[in-house]
């Protein structure tokens, strides 16, 4: 089955989807974008995604090319054309095409486009059943982490490196050696004693739409939670580790550059977190 992209108002073959060479996304990593899970065909945790991508529109001063009301609609209907039962919808939002020059082109059409993909639940249960490395590196990001903006190349940089050291995701360690998140993900820890800390809200990291419901549901759990930053040293003699995204949802972390989180498995709380995640997103 061919899959099929939603570019400007159409929806097309994504094999052939495209913008223009002069799209500011293109040419000033200029615009945003937003991921959302997608279980049994449907939009996890849809209106906090649409809040996020209002707030990162409005931040940059991009215009909203469309209202909630006309781009629900749209999310179904890519999600129902590519016949994704479990996945991901992904959306990007430029200021659009313009003659290249750094200042905001007057009367620009912003640009959207949005895919949906599918991912193997079964697959996925088994690889966030396994664990994860993470590896820890400077943050090189700018200052404002807090928007979902289309400009990742310290990211990506981050990520590469995790990986050709044998790690799945990058933790990113602020000036003074706290981890201020993943390079695609929110990053926690249960402490020695029991507290579940994840780093506070603020221009150093990006609001996840994950990590509001893990908030929630370790609410439910009557867990102890501090949002407040850890440091690398504290998160090597962590009871647990995990991180969450729309991707990975809560996936346990086992090792943290060469030391093994507690025991070196998958921690109950993390396996508990992703099960009551699944549950209440199926609800
Ligand atoms: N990344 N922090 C960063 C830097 C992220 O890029 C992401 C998500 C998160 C988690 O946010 P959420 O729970 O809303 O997915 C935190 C997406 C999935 C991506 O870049 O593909």
């Known amino acids: 089955m061919s899959r099929i992209a939603y570019v400007n108002g159409a929806y097309v073959p994504h094999r052939q989807a495209c913008v223009h060479i002069e799209d500011r996304g293109y040419q000033f990593a200029d615009g945003i974008y937003e991921v959302w899970a997608v279980q049994n065909g449907k939009?996890?945790?849809r209106e906090g995604h649409f809040t996020r991508m209002d707030r990162s529109l409005s931040e940059l001063q991009i215009t909203k090319p469309m209202s909630h009301a006309s781009l629900m609609p749209v999310l179904h209907e890519i999600v129902r054309k590519n016949r994704v039962k479990d996945g991901l919808v992904y959306l990007q939002i430029t200021r659009g095409v313009s003659p290249r020059d750094h200042p905001f082109p007057k009367n620009v059409r912003p640009s959207i486009v949005i895919t949906a993909?599918?991912?193997?639940?079964?697959?996925?249960?088994?690889?966030?059943?396994?664990?994860?490395?993470?590896?820890?590196m400077r943050d090189e990001r700018w200052a404002r982490c807090d928007i979902k903006s289309v400009s990742l190349l310290p990211n990506?940089?981050?990520?590469?490196?995790?990986?050709?050291?044998?790690?799945?995701?990058?933790?990113?360690?602020d000036q003074t050696g706290m981890v201020t998140e993943g390079s695609s993900s929110n990053a926690w820890i249960i402490t020695k004693d029991g507290v579940l800390v994840t780093r506070n809200l603020s221009t150093e990291i990006l609001g996840g739409i994950t990590r509001e419901r893990v908030l929630m549901l370790a609410a439910e759990r009557q867990l102890t939670v501090?949002?407040?930053?850890?440091?690398?040293?504290?998160?090597?003699?962590?009871?647990?580790?995990?991180?969450?995204s729309s991707i990975n949802l809560v996936t346990p972390i086992i090792r943290i550059d060469?030391?093994?989180?507690?025991?070196?498995?998958?921690?109950?709380m993390a396996c508990a977190l992703r099960k009551d995640y699944l549950q209440s997103a199926a609800t």
Request: net charge positive.
């Open 117 to 136: 993909k599918s991912l193997n639940a079964q697959k996925a249960e088994q690889f966030a059943g396994k664990g994860v490395a993470v590896a820890t």
């Open 226 to 244: 501090k949002e407040r930053a850890f440091s690398v040293a504290e998160a090597k003699e962590a009871r647990e580790a995990f991180m969450t």
């Open 156 to 173: 990506i940089l981050a990520k590469q490196a995790a990986k050709e050291k044998g790690a799945y995701e990058a933790w990113m360690v």
């Open 43 to 45: 939009l996890i945790d």
């Open 258 to 268: 060469e030391k093994a989180v507690a025991d070196g498995k998958p921690g109950p």
